[in-house]
């Protein structure tokens, strides 16, 4: 079985988004996380009106938000009963971006408009893989390992 990444990008973000670069962002976060292949991910850009959708019905919180994601790998202390198929793929899940928060946060905080989308690609990944930011270890652990991260596909 092979590893399958989706990429979805809404239309009228799709001429500033490559997919192919965000695949390749996706794939070495995997590789330095030591997940193996075969895997199964999906990643979304699209506005924001839908991300403040999810995370109001998913999450209860109705405000928009840059980036959720939707695991399928049990969560440390979650109630997993939900069967996946035995063909030895790890289905991780799918996460979603608002590209419009993407664009305003890169200008608010004076870098490129690739550079947060990859950083909201590798927060939305470790989410996946279990990193959380609920309590302060937690967030500075997940902080620090997308600062790694980051810095390795954006040295600056």
């Not at 069967?83 to 200008?107: C, F, H, I, N």
């Given at each position: 079985m092979k590893?399958?990444?989706?990429i979805h990008v809404e239309d009228e973000f799709r001429?500033?988004?490559?997919?192919?670069?965000?695949?390749?962002?996706?794939?070495?976060?995997?590789?330095?996380e030591g997940i193996p292949s075969p895997y199964e991910v999906s990643l979304v850009v699209t506005?924001?009106?839908?991300?403040?959708?999810?995370?109001r019905d998913y999450?209860?919180?109705?405000?928009?938000?840059?980036?959720?994601?939707?695991?399928?790998?049990?969560?440390?202390?979650?109630d997993f009963s939900f069967a996946l198929p035995p063909d030895g793929v790890t289905r991780l899940g799918e996460v979603l971006v608002s590209y419009p928060q993407a664009l305003a946060q890169a200008k608010e905080q004076g870098h490129?408009?690739?550079?947060?989308?990859?950083?909201?690609?590798?927060?939305?990944?470790l989410h996946l893989l279990g990193y959380d930011h609920e309590k302060p270890a937690e967030e500075s652990k997940m902080r620090e390992r997308e600062r790694e991260l980051l810095e390795r596909y954006f040295p600056w």
């Amino acid at each position: 079985m092979k590893t399958q990444i989706g990429i979805h990008v809404e239309d009228e973000f799709r001429a500033s988004v490559d997919g192919s670069w965000v695949k390749k962002i996706i794939r070495q976060v995997f590789r330095d996380e030591g997940i193996p292949s075969p895997y199964e991910v999906s990643l979304v850009v699209t506005d924001s009106e839908t991300v403040q959708r999810l995370n109001r019905d998913y999450r209860g919180i109705d405000e928009p938000t840059d980036v959720l994601a939707f695991y399928m790998l049990p969560q440390k202390g979650a109630d997993f009963s939900f069967a996946l198929p035995p063909d030895g793929v790890t289905r991780l899940g799918e996460v979603l971006v608002s590209y419009p928060q993407a664009l305003a946060q890169a200008k608010e905080q004076g870098h490129s408009l690739e550079r947060e989308l990859a950083l909201l690609v590798i927060h939305g990944i470790l989410h996946l893989l279990g990193y959380d930011h609920e309590k302060p270890a937690e967030e500075s652990k997940m902080r620090e390992r997308e600062r790694e991260l980051l810095e390795r596909y954006f040295p600056w």
